[in-house]
C-alpha cells in the first residue's frame, strides 16, 4: 500500500475511533440524592436578654459574628423614610463615643476585618470575621459599634448626600424603579410600602436617627451568631465580656400582618424602548400551612430557569423576554410573590398577557407529576446548598426565631416539600393568587409603542416615580 493511501486509512481509523459516545442530557445521568447534616446550634440567653448562638468550625483560624436586630425600614416614622438605613451605616461609618470613625476604621484595617451591615424591611443585620487571635478585640469594636454610637456629624451630611445620590439615580435603572414603585403598591399602606424620597431624606435630622436607635437597639431585640474556630464556652465568655454589661430596655416593635392589596394595571410611562411588567400579590408565609405547595409552585411558575413556565414560554419559546420569571419571599406570618418580564415596547402586551395566562392556569389545573418532582428536588438540592457553612445555618436560625417558626423548621424542610402533591399546589394557587385577575400589574415604559391596550388586565392608572425628584 502506498504512503497516501496507508496514510488516509489511518487518519479515518483515528477518527472513527475517537468520535465521542452520544451523551445523556445532564439531567438524565444518575446521581445520588444530595444529603446535608444539619449540625444543632448551642442556643444561651444572656441575663440582659441578648441570644447568643454557636456553631463551631475549625476548618480554618476565623472566626465570624451576625447580628440580627428586629428592626427595619418598615419601621421608619412616617414622613422620614430613609432613618433605618441611615442608622445602620452609622453604625458602621459614625465613629463611638470611645474612639472616633478615623481610629476604628484603621484599627478594622489593620486586622484586616470588615465590617458589614444590611438594613432590611424588617430587620438590620451587622456581621464580620476575624481572624482566631484578633477576634476578642475584634468583638469588642462591634459591641462599641452597637452599645454605642456616635453618629458624627460629619459622616451623617456625607451618608444623607450619599442616600441623595442613590435615590437621583433610580430612574436610571428602569428594572429596580419598577420593582420599587411595584413593592410600593403592593403594600399600601403598611409600613413595609413607605418609599424613601428626596424630601423623607431632606427632613432627616441626627436626632431622629438617635430617637430611632434608642427605640429599637437594647439587648432584648438583639441576637448574636458566633461561628468558626471558636468553642462554645469561650464564645460564651467573649459575648458577655463584651455585652454582658449593656442594660437598655425596650419594647420589642411589632408590625401587622400586611393584607393583599391593589388591582388592575398600574402604568408607570417611561421613554424606553423596553419596557418592565411586574405583577404578584401578598401571599402565604412560612407558618401557612400552603407555605411548602408555594414553595414548589413559585419554582415551576418562575423561580426555577429554563424549565418554568414563565421563563420557558416568554423567552425560550416566544423570545420576547430578555428576562423573565418569579420569586417567592416568604416571611413568618406572610409572604410575598411576584412574576415579571423584561421585553421591548412592541411586546409588551402579549407578554403580559402569556404571563397572566401562565398564573391563572396554575389555579385551575393539575400539573404534571414529572413537573412536581422536578421542582420538588431541585427545592432540596438548593436547600442543601444553602447550609454550604455554619455561618449560613447560624444566619438562618437565628432569621427562623426571630419569625417564630418551629425550631425544627430547618431539619424537616426537605421531609415537608417531598409530601408536596400537585392537588396542593393547585390549591395553593387558587387560594393564594385566585386566578390571576385581581392581582396588580405594574407596567414601566413608553405606552404609545405598545402592541396593545392594557385595559384588558384591568383599568389603567397612570403613575408617577414616587418622590425621586430633587423638588417635589
Not at 452597637?146 to 451618608?159: G, N, V
Not at 430557569?305 to 416571611?331: D, E, H, Q
Not at 402592541?451 to 423638588?471: C, H, M, N, W, Y
Amino acid at each position: 500500500m502506498k504512503k497516501p493511501a496507508l496514510l488516509l486509512c489511518l487518519v479515518s481509523f483515528l477518527l472513527l475511533s475517537c468520535r465521542p459516545a452520544l451523551l445523556q442530557p445532564p439531567g438524565d445521568l444518575p446521581s445520588p440524592p444530595l444529603e446535608v447534616r444539619i449540625p444543632s446550634l448551642d442556643k444561651t440567653v444572656l441575663a440582659n436578654g441578648i441570644t447568643l448562638y454557636h456553631l463551631e468550625d475549625g476548618e480554618l483560624p476565623l472566626v465570624s459574628v451576625s447580628v440580627l436586630i428586629g428592626a427595619g425600614s418598615a419601621f421608619d416614622p412616617k414622613g422620614k423614610e430613609g432613618v433605618a438605613e441611615l442608622t445602620g451605616g452609622l453604625l458602621r461609618t459614625g465613629g463611638t463615643l470611645g474612639m472616633a470613625s478615623a481610629a476604628l476604621d484603621e484599627e478594622l484595617d489593620f486586622m484586616a476585618a470588615e465590617v458589614n451591615v444590611e438594613v432590611e424591611r424588617e430587620v438590620t443585620w451587622m456581621g464580620a470575621s476575624f481572624l482566631k487571635e484578633d477576634f476578642a478585640r475584634g468583638l469588642y469594636l462591634l459591641s462599641r459599634m452597637i452599645q454605642e454610637p456616635a453618629f458624627e456629624k460629619e459622616k451623617f451630611a456625607l451618608a444623607k448626600n450619599l442616600k441623595r445620590d442613590a435615590l437621583l439615580r433610580i430612574p436610571d435603572n428602569p428594572s429596580r424603579l419598577a420593582f420599587r414603585e411595584f413593592f410600593g403598591i403592593l403594600y399600601g399602606d403598611d409600613p413595609r410600602g413607605r418609599l424613601e424620597t428626596m424630601s423623607s431624606v431632606e427632613g432627616i435630622r441626627r436626632e431622629d436617627l438617635v430617637r430611632f436607635y434608642e427605640s429599637s437597639f437594647f439587648p432584648g431585640n438583639v441576637r448574636i451568631a458566633v461561628t468558626g474556630d471558636i468553642d462554645a464556652k469561650d464564645a460564651l465568655k467573649q459575648v458577655e465580656q463584651a455585652f454582658g454589661s449593656w442594660r437598655r430596655q425596650g419594647s420589642i416593635p411589632v408590625l401587622p400582618l400586611p393584607k393583599p392589596h391593589g388591582e388592575g394595571v398600574y402604568l408607570l410611562r417611561k421613554d424606553l424602548p423596553q419596557s418592565v411588567i411586574v405583577t404578584g400579590q401578598i401571599v402565604s408565609g412560612s407558618l401557612d400551612e400552603d407555605h411548602y405547595a408555594f414553595e414548589v409552585l413559585d419554582f415551576i411558575l418562575g423561580s426555577g430557569g429554563f424549565r418554568s413556565r414563565i421563563f420557558g414560554r416568554v423567552r425560550n419559546t416566544l423570545g420576547l423576554a430578555y428576562s423573565a420569571g418569579s420569586f417567592y419571599v416568604p416571611r413568618g406570618g406572610y409572604g410575598v410573590f411576584a412574576a415579571y418580564a423584561m421585553t421591548k415596547s412592541g411586546a409588551t402586551a402579549r407578554v403580559a398577557g402569556e404571563i397572566a395566562v401562565i398564573l391563572k392556569q396554575s389555579g385551575i389545573q393539575l400539573m404534571e407529576g414529572e413537573e412536581i418532582d422536578w421542582a420538588k428536588e431541585s427545592l432540596v438540592n438548593q436547600f442543601v446548598f444553602s447550609l454550604s457553612s455554619v455561618g449560613k445555618i447560624a444566619r438562618q436560625q437565628m432569621l427562623i426565631d426571630y419569625q417564630e417558626l418551629p425550631g425544627d423548621y430547618l431539619s424537616r424542610y426537605r421531609e415537608n416539600i417531598r409530601r408536596v402533591t400537585a392537588e396542593d399546589v393547585e390549591r395553593a394557587s387558587r387560594s393564594r393568587l385566585g386566578l390571576g385577575d385581581d392581582l396588580p400589574m405594574l407596567v414601566l415604559g413608553d405606552d404609545s409603542a405598545f402592541d396593545g391596550s392594557l385595559d384588558v388586565f384591568g383599568p389603567v392608572r397612570v403613575i408617577q416615580a414616587t418622590g425621586l425628584q430633587e423638588k417635589e
